[in-house]
Nanobody
Framework: QVQLVESGGGLVQAGGSLRLSCAAS????????MGWYRQAPGKQRELVAT???????NYASSSKGRFTISRDNTNNTVYLQMNSLKPEDTAVYYC?????????WGQGTQVTVSS
């Protein structure tokens, strides 16, 4: 069983920054892809950013240029650095990891951006 634990969410003013962390219970290199989704109230969950075991990254158009996904192999952690935050970034952010045909999810961390 794989556990993913997110942290780093909170309340921030528009234009501010937050860094989310996702700590995995096993080596992040054992996952083909890891990344972040978010879900705002009343909306569908949407992809934010991904990173592969080969360190290739991909971003949603809404996060490109403002968010950066990275991975610390030593600490088995994936990060999401979020800059220039907007009120529309308010959501619960979920970390995920893919291994073989399985997808594992974290419990989510709330990000609230005030205007």
């Amino acid at each position: 069983q794989v556990q993913l634990v997110e942290s780093g969410g909170g309340l921030v003013q528009a234009g501010g920054s937050l860094r989310l962390s996702c700590a995995a219970s096993r080596s992040v290199l054992s996952f083909y892809t890891m990344g972040w989704y978010r879900q705002a109230p009343g909306k569908q969950r949407e992809l934010v950013a991904t990173i592969t075991s080969g360190s290739s990254t991909n971003y949603a158009s809404s996060s490109k240029g403002r968010f950066t996904i990275s991975r610390d192999n030593t600490n088995n952690t994936v990060y999401l650095q979020m800059n220039s935050l907007k009120p529309e970034d308010t959501a619960v952010y979920y970390c995920y990891a893919d291994r073989a045909s399985l997808r594992f999810w974290g419990q989510g961390t709330q990000v609230t951006v005030s205007s």
